[in-house]
């Protein structure tokens, strides 16, 4: 069965410093997609950075990036000069890809980060 | 950006009764899913559709009733609501087939007393 785990349940750091959010995950698929999402004080979800299982390249998006480290089973959520703004709730997910696949996306239980100035 | 929209955003329901979570996408997605957030469970899955007529059981299913009546539609129906329920629901639509990512609602805050 799929599982997701995060085993930091909150983190402090200070504006314009580098953070890295932990995630480990289990699947019997050799196929899978992986998801960081945040969710923001007033509650709205949002899609962050996605990486794909076949790909060996560490995905990017803007001052989020990932440290993919498939033997490991680990994908972990690194923020760049933290901004007061990136205080959220960070959610690691996983869908399983490969044929008969459930379609499920399953959800970690977060990690909730504070930027202090 | 893919639009989901939940209705309605706050709901306080009695004890026994019947109530009807509601979510459209305007995307054109294959894809949907209904969560609860609960502090300390984080997102659960509870029901999730492959498309239009077809509804799946996800983790905690029990208790819930789904409907996919449309490509654009999909249901969360308790019929007999239990303060065990009061949570905050969120609908959430994506494309496997396309490769898109899942896109949430705003969630609905559902209390029963």
């Known amino acids: 069965a799929q599982k997701v785990t995060q085993t930091q349940t909150s983190i402090s750091v200070v504006e314009k410093t580098t953070v890295t959010m932990d995630c480990v995950y289990e699947t019997r698929d050799s196929s899978y997609f992986l998801f960081w999402y945040k969710q923001t004080a007033s509650g709205e979800i949002v899609f962050l950075i996605r990486q794909d299982s076949y790909k060996k390249e560490n995905a990017t998006v803007g001052h989020y990036s990932l440290n993919f480290q498939k033997p490991k089973s680990s994908i972990g959520l690194i923020i760049t000069a933290t901004q007061i703004e990136d205080s959220a709730v960070y959610f690691c997910a996983m869908r399983e890809g490969g044929a008969g696949n459930t379609g499920k996306l399953i959800f970690g239980l977060g990690t909730t980060l504070q930027v202090q100035p | 950006e893919a639009a989901v929209t939940q209705s309605p955003r706050n709901k306080v329901a009695v004890t026994g009764g019947k109530v009807t979570l509601s979510c459209n996408q305007t995307n054109n997605h294959n894809n949907m899913y209904w969560y609860r957030q609960d502090t300390g469970h984080g997102l659960r899955l509870i029901h999730y559709s492959y498309g239009a007529g077809s509804t799946e059981k996800g983790d905690i299913p029990d208790g819930y009733k789904a409907s996919r009546p449309s490509q654009e539609n999909f249901s969360l129906i308790l019929e007999l609501a239990t303060p065990s329920q009061t949570s905050v629901y969120f609908c959430?639509?994506?494309?496997?087939?396309?490769?898109?990512?899942?896109?949430f609602g705003k969630g609905t805050r559902l209390t029963v007393v």
């Open positions: 959430a639509s994506g494309d496997w087939d396309r490769y898109t990512e899942v896109f």
